[in-house]
């Protein structure tokens, strides 16, 4: 359901927590390398419930370091836990982060006004206290030594334009039972005095407007609810104003599912709502067959979950990546969805969800046998014995296991039973796993590998990589930081020579490469994307003859590559500018002198 995503997609995201709780009034995040992906910062409160304090789009920002801080929410709560959101659509390379400063008070300070929802940001821009960029609004560093001046300036006249709420009132308003609903859907809730004020506004201002749009209205609405008798609402119309257009009812099932099924899930509940025919096809689980609960990880619970149970008759494909976590779902609750629902899954995504453990890896093994797809990246609650559980499995395809405690033994039989498997990702596992033994038997067993992701495998020697040259789809490696690799002989030319239909080879930070490593790899007139990354003995001839020779190659990065200048780089560049070359910031002894 491509549909949930709103206009900006969160693609990840990293969860800081701080030492000592404030009320939040600005984050600043140190972006060091390619800025601008940060789209959301969210706090969690005390109950483990997160709150969206900014959003934003994505941005196309010059490639320099900037303090990024944009305008917070009012924050009514305490929080040390900051979690950053990221969208890298419009970066052509990854973004780098050094540091992120949170800054806030020990007391909840609001501006000494009665404007709903003010806090200390909107009152700095009111005193003209932070001069922003034209260029970009949130960047503090047009003067980087004057970064958070403004909070020093306000800081010496806070009594003059804030007030302080002790406890006794903000405290109390955030455990009541009323409150605490109405925290669901707001952000923030005004102390009591502007809350009447802003009531008393709205009677005098907006609701005399409310009256007569209302009533501007009525020559032209037709409203009807069919929920019972009682419900009927109709506004009579002269036939000279009426038009009739059909009644939606009388259109066939099938095509109001065709229709629906554009719909988000969000918009299939709220359509429940109006009357007993829609409630009904609403419902229909042809509309349920394919399920993306991520976007609403900061409120999906076992409720939800339950309310969406009966619906699911057909479900195929769920994903509940980052849902679940701070026991918003338990691992009975999902386990009785999936006896409930999961029986025809294909496609199933648990990525980041904090109540996976063995027991719930020992149901799917049981419910789910039709399973192609795994993902359970940081699922760090399965053991090995859990895992186990899955070698039951016999059509999967993609398996993600990234940062998961697996061992060599149970995934070798994992892969010895699911010949089909084509895509794998044993990425962070460092020593964990043996990937040699691992590279043997995807040798052995998956002919159909297409993709595999052994990034920072610290196990993978010139044997595994050998081993792997069995597998001649491959269209994707990934052996960045493999530090076992070392000289890599003639392995990797088995390997490249092997596999003709490569599209992206990722070999960061191997310097033992060398020219005649990689040459087999001209033969790869599919290759996309390069990864040289701190190849020091690699030469320019090598480097030229991909960027001619390989038609459909888009990125190759030749950063730390000491062996290729600066100035051929940019002569590449301008010859060649269908290439994006990548050449991260470097000192040469030349700039230290």
Same mark, same amino acid.
């Given at each position: 359901?491509?549909?949930?995503?709103?206009?900006?997609?969160?693609?990840?995201?990293?969860?800081?927590?701080?030492?000592?709780?404030?009320?939040?009034?600005?984050?600043?995040? *140190?972006?060091?390398?390619?800025?601008?992906?940060?789209?959301?910062?969210?706090?969690?409160?005390?109950?483990? #419930?997160?709150?969206?304090?900014?959003?934003?789009?994505?941005?196309?920002?010059?490639?320099?370091? !900037?303090?990024?801080?944009?305008?917070?929410?009012?924050?009514?709560?305490?929080?040390?836990? @900051?979690?950053?959101?990221?969208? =890298?659509?419009?970066?052509?390379?990854?973004?780098?982060?050094?540091?992120?400063?949170?800054?806030?008070?020990?007391?909840?300070?609001?501006?000494?006004?009665? /404007?709903?929802?003010?806090?200390?940001?909107?009152?700095?821009? =009111?005193?003209?206290?932070?001069?922003?960029?034209?260029?970009?609004?949130?960047?503090?560093?047009?003067?980087?030594?004057?970064?958070?001046?403004?909070?020093?300036?306000? #800081?010496?006249?806070?009594?003059?334009?804030? &007030?302080?709420? #002790?406890?006794?009132?903000?405290?109390?308003?955030?455990?009541?039972?009323?409150?605490?609903?109405?925290? +669901?859907?707001?952000?923030?809730?005004?102390?009591?005095?502007?809350?009447?004020?802003?009531?008393?506004?709205?009677?005098?201002?907006?609701? $005399? &407007? /409310?009256?007569?749009?209302?009533?501007?209205?009525?020559?032209? %609405?037709?409203?009807?609810?069919?929920?019972?008798?009682?419900?009927?609402?109709?506004?009579?119309?002269?036939?000279?104003?009426?038009?009739?257009?059909?009644?939606?009812?009388?259109?066939?099932?099938?095509?109001?599912? #065709?229709?629906?099924?554009?719909?988000?899930?969000?918009?299939?509940?709220?359509?429940?709502?109006?009357?007993? =025919?829609?409630?009904?096809?609403?419902?229909?689980?042809?509309?349920?067959?394919?399920?993306?609960? &991520?976007? *609403?990880?900061?409120?999906?619970?076992?409720?939800?979950?339950?309310?969406?149970?009966?619906?699911?008759? *057909?479900?195929?494909?769920?994903?509940?990546?980052?849902?679940?976590?701070?026991?918003?779902?338990?691992?009975?609750?999902?386990? =009785?969805?999936?006896?409930?629902?999961?029986?025809?899954?294909?496609?199933?995504?648990?990525?980041?969800?904090?109540?996976?453990?063995?027991?719930?890896?020992?149901?799917?093994?049981?419910?789910?046998?039709?399973?192609?797809?795994?993902?359970?990246?940081?699922?760090?609650?399965?053991?090995?014995?859990?895992?186990?559980?899955?070698?039951?499995?016999?059509?999967?395809?993609?398996?993600?296991?990234?940062?998961?405690?697996?061992?060599?033994?149970?995934?070798?039989?994992?892969?010895?039973?699911?010949?089909?498997?084509?895509?794998?990702?044993?990425?962070?596992?460092?020593?964990?796993?043996? @990937?040699?033994?691992?590279?043997?038997?995807?040798?052995?067993?998956?002919? *159909?590998?297409?993709?595999?992701?052994?990034?920072?495998?610290?196990? /993978? %020697?010139?044997?595994?990589?050998?081993?792997?040259?069995?597998?001649?789809?491959?269209?994707?490696?990934?052996?960045?930081?493999?530090?076992?690799?070392?000289? $890599?002989?003639?392995?990797? !030319?088995?390997?490249?020579?092997?596999?003709?239909?490569?599209?992206?080879?990722?070999?960061?930070?191997?310097?033992?490469?060398?020219?005649?490593?990689?040459?087999?790899?001209?033969?790869?007139?599919?290759?996309? +994307?390069?990864?040289?990354?701190?190849?020091?003995?690699?030469?320019?001839?090598?480097?030229?003859?991909?960027?001619?020779?390989?038609?459909? /190659?888009?990125?190759?990065?030749?950063?730390?590559?000491?062996?290729?200048?600066?100035?051929?780089?940019?002569?590449?560049?301008?010859?060649?500018?269908?290439?994006?070359?990548?050449?991260?910031?470097?000192?040469?002894?030349?700039?230290?002198?």
């Amino acid at each position: 359901m491509p549909q949930n995503n709103g206009d900006i997609v969160s693609q990840d995201y990293i969860d800081l927590e701080f030492y000592q709780e404030v009320y939040p009034i600005r984050v600043s995040i *140190y972006e060091t390398y390619n800025p601008g992906s940060v789209v959301g910062v969210w706090a969690q409160n005390s109950d483990g #419930k997160w709150y969206q304090l900014w959003s934003g789009v994505p941005q196309s920002v010059p490639h320099k370091p !900037r303090i990024f801080s944009p305008r917070l929410q009012l924050c009514n709560f305490k929080t040390k836990m @900051i979690r950053l959101e990221f969208n =890298h659509d419009l970066l052509d390379y990854y973004t780098e982060l050094d540091a992120v400063l949170l800054i806030g008070t020990s007391e909840l300070i609001v501006p000494n006004n009665n /404007l709903h929802n003010q806090n200390l940001n909107d009152l700095i821009q =009111h005193l003209g206290y932070l001069e922003y960029s034209s260029e970009d609004t949130y960047n503090l560093t047009p003067d980087y030594l004057k970064a958070n001046q403004d909070l020093s300036i306000l #800081k010496k006249t806070l009594s003059k334009h804030c &007030k302080l709420f #002790k406890s006794m009132i903000v405290d109390n308003m955030s455990k009541g039972k009323l409150v605490s609903k109405i925290g +669901q859907h707001y952000q923030s809730v005004p102390p009591l005095e502007e809350a009447f004020n802003s009531l008393q506004q709205f009677l005098q201002e907006d609701f $005399p &407007k /409310l009256i007569r749009d209302i009533q501007h209205s009525k020559s032209s %609405t037709l409203f009807e609810q069919d929920n019972s008798p009682n419900d009927r609402f109709s506004i009579s119309l002269t036939d000279s104003e009426y038009q009739p257009c059909g009644s939606f009812s009388a259109l066939p099932d099938e095509t109001v599912l #065709k229709i629906l099924k554009n719909l988000d899930l969000r918009s299939l509940c709220c359509l429940c709502r109006v009357n007993r =025919h829609f409630n009904n096809i609403a419902r229909d689980a042809l509309l349920y067959t394919s399920l993306n609960l &991520k976007p *609403y990880w900061y409120c999906l619970d076992t409720s939800a979950l339950n309310y969406l149970a009966s619906r699911c008759k *057909y479900l195929q494909q769920l994903d509940l990546s980052w849902c679940g976590n701070y026991n918003m779902i338990k691992y009975q609750d999902f386990i =009785h969805f999936i006896h409930t629902s999961g029986t025809l899954l294909t496609h199933l995504r648990l990525n980041c969800c904090q109540f996976v453990n063995d027991t719930v890896i020992f149901e799917i093994s049981k419910v789910c046998k039709n399973l192609k797809e795994l993902c359970l990246r940081n699922c760090m609650g399965i053991t090995n014995e859990g895992f186990s559980k899955l070698e039951c499995l016999e059509l999967l395809e993609r398996l993600e296991l990234y940062r998961t405690n697996i061992e060599t033994s149970t995934l070798c039989t994992i892969l010895k039973n699911n010949i089909q498997m084509r895509h794998l990702n044993l990425a962070g596992m460092h020593d964990r796993l043996n @990937i040699d033994e691992i590279a043997v038997e995807l040798g052995n067993s998956c002919p *159909y590998l297409e993709s595999v992701d052994f990034w920072k495998a610290q196990t /993978l %020697t010139p044997h595994g990589v050998r081993a792997l040259s069995h597998c001649s789809n491959l269209r994707e490696v990934d052996f960045g930081w493999c530090g076992g690799m070392g000289a $890599p002989g003639d392995s990797l !030319r088995a390997l490249l020579s092997s596999c003709q239909y490569l599209e992206k080879v990722f070999l960061a930070a191997l310097r033992g490469l060398t020219d005649r490593d990689l040459e087999p790899l001209l033969q790869c007139q599919r290759l996309q +994307q390069l990864d040289l990354l701190g190849a020091r003995s690699l030469t320019p001839d090598i480097c030229y003859k991909f960027i001619l020779f390989c038609p459909k /190659l888009e990125m190759i990065d030749l950063s730390f590559c000491e062996g290729i200048s600066d100035f051929i780089v940019q002569e590449w560049r301008q010859f060649f500018p269908r290439v994006s070359i990548k050449r991260s910031f470097q000192v040469t002894s030349r700039d230290m002198l």
